[in-house]
């Protein structure tokens, strides 16, 4: 069974329901190497995952260059891929020494064709603001996502790490539906469910994107009780369904009702096609809930 696509109908576009994050492509043990950063690009392709999760900063600001020499040893690649981005974070450096948020008109026009450099692509199919900027200007930033949409740089935009307040803020200026936003979730870290953020995005029909749905890698090296008792529990369901953890954990996503969208962080291509076969698994209610439980380590009220 392939990925499937999930469609963004406000947006007129959908994206591989499991999305291949470049957050770590740098670290893998394998080397960055184009011929190893394709092998992965095409293993996603064989599985249905189309659309790649970059940030112009992961790899200290080298991992979409990387990527966009990869794909330009390959150019009918480009023609098969989405590709969504980030911006707005400034590492201090030479220029600065203070980490900051920039997003002013000039940082995301700046941003945002250094990025189509990088990637050697002529549009960015998705670019969302990375870190939600206390000295943001909601009118000064709708206004550069209409002209660069204008320009034919961007199809849609979007935020990540946006409160809901942040979020409808942005979307009461911005003419155009927001495309999503991407927000961290996972077992340990369930906020989202609670604080009106999933809500939100069921009322937008705007699907989150999730990143750290393994939290961190803690899913697979469990050290406190909640962990545990949350890896005991995955275990528990995978052995009835004769799958892996990581089945059961890709799955547990999959029913909320928002249409949430996992980023997978992983080098190793076996996992990438190991997680790729959640969607054999449905979880029933109950075994959602219990996972939930596990990990929250109380029943709901």
């Given amino acids: 069974m392939k990925v499937p696509q999930i469609e963004f109908t406000k947006n007129e576009f959908s994206i591989s329901r499991l999305v ?25 392709l064989s599985l249905g995952i189309d659309t790649f999760d970059h940030a112009d900063i992961y790899g200290g600001f080298e991992n979409e260059e990387l990527f966009g020499k990869a794909i330009s040893k390959l150019p009918s690649l480009k023609s098969k891929i989405k590709i969504i981005t980030k911006c707005g974070i400034q590492i201090p450096g030479s220029k600065f020494t203070t980490k900051h948020y920039n997003t002013s008109k000039e940082h995301i026009r700046y941003s945002v064709e250094r990025s189509l450099r990088k990637l050697h692509v002529d549009k960015l199919d998705v670019v969302l603001i990375h870190r939600p900027d206390p000295l943001m ?6 206004e550069i996502f209409e002209v660069l949409t204008r320009e034919g740089k961007v199809s849609h935009f979007g935020v990540s790490n946006f409160t809901t307040s942040q979020f409808q ?16 979730f996972h077992p340990f870290h369930t906020e989202p469910l609670f604080d009106g953020t999933f809500d939100q995005a069921l009322e937008h029909k705007s699907h989150p994107m999730i990143w ?4 961190g890698g803690r899913i697979f090296s469990p050290k406190s009780e909640r962990e545990l008792n ?29 249409g949430l969208v996992p980023i997978l962080g992983t080098n190793d291509p076996k996992r990438i096609q190991s997680a790729a076969e959640c969607f054999s698994y449905p979880l029933t209610r109950v075994e959602w809930f219990s996972i939930l439980e596990a990990a929250r380590g109380k029943e709901v009220a």
């Fill in 230 to 258: 949350t890896a005991s529990k995955l275990k528990e369901i995978a052995k009835v369904y004769g799958c892996g953890v990581d089945q059961v954990l890709y799955s547990w996503f999959l029913n909320h009702p928002a």
């Fill in 169 to 184: 803020m942005l979307q009461s200026v911005y003419k155009k539906p927001l495309f999503t936003n991407q927000v961290e």
């Fill in 137 to 142: 200007d909601p009118y000064e930033l709708a």
């Fill in 20 to 44: 291949y994050g470049i957050w770590r492509m740098h670290e893998d043990g394998a080397g960055s190497s184009p011929e190893r950063i394709l092998e992965k690009i095409e293993v996603c």
């Fill in 212 to 215: 750290s749905p393994t939290g």
